[in-house]
Each structure stands twice: as structure tokens, then as C-alpha cells.
């Protein structure tokens, strides 16, 4: 089955820029979508389709996806952006979505 | 606004069966495909059942294929999910979510989740 990797954890200084990956083989050809879930709180869709934003989302948050390599980017970070961050795409090949196993952001 | 409001869990034994529900708000519900996603206690997601907006086209992850069975009722705007044959490796925070396709399937409103705690 398809496998997506993440780094287990990412720190970043308040107003720096964190850049979270997300692994697959020929990630490219799959849309790709990110999912924020904070201490205790359901997750929240942040990106899909790669790059775009739901409504309400900050444009600090922002995506790209090229050969084996997803990106979530979060500009301007800030304490409130600590949370555990998903990627999730759809195996057409088995018909049903596959999650990485997360990256932790810490706010040093 | 959209929402999305689970109950039903709670502590089961090994070997026991618990019926979750998701109440769901806001969107006509009939015209939407759901999903069960699960997260064990300092886990991951995981997903673990997918429901067409007509309720005839099911999935279910290998970890429960056999023993949960998911179910809707568009006139009530409802969405379950029954779980049977219940282990410890199913104990976790049950969310159900819409399922939105832009030519891929992602999850773009999730309820607050529902513990299900498996022990004897």
C-alpha cells in the first residue's frame, strides 16, 4: 500500500517560516492535502489539492507538491500554529485515503 | 455553519459492541460522502470506514473489515457506525467527517470525536 512519511517533529522560532515534508513515491501525481490538529481538538483541513486554502484559513499557510515531496509552509509562526500536522492523500488504487504519521511543530 | 456532533462511545469489554453516531448540520447532508477516522491515544489518524452520499458504495480499513459496519440515514442526517467483536487495538477517538472530492477525496469539516475505550 502506499506509504507517506513525515519528520516526527519540526521547531521553528516565533515569526520564522516552518516547512513541514511529506514523502511518497511519485508524490506528484497525487493531490495532496493537510490537516492541523492541536492538543485535544479534532483536525482541521488547512490545504488540499496541493495548494489550496478553505475559507479562513491564513495565507501564512500555503503548499507545493513536486517528485517525491510534499510541503506544507507555514510563514510567520506563531504559538498559536502548535499542533500536529497531517498530510492525507487518496489510493485510487484501494479506494481509500492514507494519513502520514504526523510531524509535531513546537514554537521554541 | 457546518457541524458535526458524535456520541456513543464509552468504555466496552474485549469481545463487546458499541454503536457510534455522528449528528451531522448545516449542509444537506444527502449530497455528501462521510468518513469514520480514528486516533488511538497519542497515535496518529488512521482511517477506518467511507460511506457514499447514497449509502451504496461502503470501504472499510483491513483492521476492521468484518467487524464494523457503517450506515446513514440521509432523512435524519444521521451517519453510524457499528462496532463489534470490539479489541483493545480499537480503543481511540472516533471522529466522523465530509468527505469532499475535487477529483481527489480529502476531509474538510470533522466532528470533535467520540472515545471508545476497549478494557476489561
Known amino acids: 500500500s502506499y506509504v507517506l512519511t513525515q519528520p516526527p517533529s519540526v521547531s521553528v522560532a516565533p515569526g520564522q517560516t516552518a516547512t513541514i515534508t511529506c514523502g511518497g513515491n511519485?508524490?506528484?501525481?497525487?493531490?495532496v492535502h493537510w490537516y492541523q490538529q492541536r492538543p485535544g481538538q479534532a483536525p482541521i483541513l488547512v490545504v488540499y489539492?496541493?495548494?489550496d486554502r478553505p475559507s479562513g484559513i491564513p495565507e501564512r499557510f500555503s503548499g507545493s507538491n513536486s517528485g517525491n515531496t510534499a510541503t506544507l509552509t507555514i510563514g510567520r509562526v506563531g504559538a498559536g500554529d502548535e499542533a500536529d500536522y497531517y498530510c492525507?492523500?487518496?489510493?485510487?488504487?484501494?479506494?481509500?485515503?492514507?494519513f502520514g504519521g504526523g510531524t509535531k511543530l513546537t514554537v521554541l | 455553519e457546518v457541524q458535526l456532533v458524535e456520541s456513543g462511545g464509552g468504555l466496552v469489554q474485549p469481545g463487546g459492541s458499541v454503536r457510534l453516531s455522528c449528528a451531522a448540520s448545516?449542509?444537506?447532508?444527502?449530497?455528501?460522502?462521510m468518513v469514520w477516522v480514528r486516533q488511538a491515544p497519542g497515535k496518529g489518524l488512521e482511517w477506518v470506514s467511507y460511506?457514499?452520499?447514497?449509502?451504496?458504495?461502503?470501504y472499510y480499513a483491513d483492521s476492521v473489515k468484518g467487524r464494523f459496519t457503517i450506515s446513514r440515514d440521509n432523512a435524519r442526517n444521521s451517519l453510524s457506525l457499528q462496532m463489534n467483536s470490539l479489541s483493545v487495538e480499537d480503543t481511540a477517538i472516533y471522529f466522523c467527517?465530509?468527505?469532499?472530492?475535487?477529483?481527489?477525496?480529502?476531509?474538510?469539516?470533522w466532528g470533535q470525536g467520540t472515545l471508545v475505550t476497549v478494557s476489561s
Open positions: 492525507q492523500v487518496w489510493n485510487s488504487d484501494s479506494d481509500f485515503p492514507v
Open positions: 467527517a465530509r468527505d469532499q472530492w475535487t477529483g481527489s477525496h480529502y476531509f474538510d469539516f
Open positions: 511519485n508524490i506528484e501525481g497525487r493531490s
Open positions: 460511506i457514499s452520499s447514497s449509502g451504496f458504495t461502503i
Open positions: 448545516g449542509f444537506t447532508f444527502s449530497s455528501y460522502e
Open positions: 489539492d496541493d495548494s
